[in-house]
């Protein structure tokens, strides 16, 4: 069965950086898209970034853009995010999750709480 964990969050003040991880296994890693989504409290979960595939296109939401990169590195079926000039608006659980047979993202992994103070 898929499962996927993240690590990395934590409290960092404003304009710092953090490294999201999530360690994906029971299938083929490489051979699915990856994604990023945040949902902050009293807020429904919102896209940040996804990876359709090996080698594939990335996509970020327009509110990271320029800030957050994401990667991955199929040897450790692992994928990244990068988080630098972080704002008290990024502040949410983020949640790593790639796509079942049909598409959509329906894999998630528990979420890690990032917090930026201001």
């Known amino acids: 069965q898929v499962q996927l964990v993240e690590s990395g969050g934590g409290l960092v003040q404003a304009g710092g950086s953090l490294r999201l991880s999530c360690s994906a296994s029971?299938?083929?890693?490489?051979?699915?898209?990856m994604a990023w989504f945040r949902q902050a409290p009293g807020k429904e979960r919102e896209f940040v970034a996804s990876?359709?595939?090996?080698?594939?296109?990335?996509y970020y939401a327009d509110s990271v853009k320029g800030r957050f990169t994401m990667t991955r590195d199929n040897g450790k079926n692992t994928v990244y995010l990068q988080m630098n000039s972080l704002r008290p608006e990024d502040t949410a659980v983020y949640y790593c999750a790639t796509e079942d047979e049909g598409g959509s993202y329906n894999y998630w992994g528990q979420g890690t709480q990032v917090t930026v103070s201001s």
């Open positions: 029971g299938r083929t890693f490489s051979n699915y898209a």
């Open positions: 990876n359709e595939w090996s080698g594939g296109n990335t």
